[in-house]
């Protein structure tokens, strides 16, 4: 995917606030931050949404990504995985990613 904006982090195209990555997935902060730590946990390859993914070795892989970046980053007190869904879930970049929400008290249900 050339005109995909995460795809374009993945090549350093455009260079990222990378907190973790390794061969399947890339861990950067938000750049528009929700919380005091937002970040993002993408697939390296383009999967648009998560009803496209199917392979559940990198599901756990971004899972288990997604709770060693929020280790790595001191939220022992909490934090919240999110993963916006297509257009109704509030997701605006069509490449797979969960956000990795801390730092501050979270209210529910979100907007
Ligand atoms: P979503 O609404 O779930 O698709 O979330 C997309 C997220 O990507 C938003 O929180 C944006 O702030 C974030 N974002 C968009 N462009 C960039 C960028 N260049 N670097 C870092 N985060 C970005
Ligand atoms: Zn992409």
């Not at 061969?23 to 390859?45: N, T």
């Not at 879930?89 to 979100?110: A, D, F, K, N, S």
Request: aromatic share 6%.
């Amino acid at each position: 995917m050339t005109d995909c904006i995460f795809c374009k982090m993945v090549k350093r195209e455009i260079n990222p606030d990378v907190v973790f990555e390794n061969d399947e997935v890339l861990a950067f902060r938000d750049i528009h931050p929700k919380a005091p730590v937002h970040v993002l946990v993408i697939p390296k390859r383009h999967i648009e949404t998560l009803d496209e993914l199917d392979d559940q070795t990198l599901a756990g892989e971004l899972l288990l990504s997604a709770r060693r970046v929020a280790g790595q980053l001191g939220l022992s007190k909490g934090y919240r995985v999110a993963i916006n869904c297509k257009s109704a879930g509030g997701q605006e970049v069509y490449h797979l990613h969960l956000h990795i929400l801390g730092g501050r008290q979270l209210t529910w249900p979100p907007g």
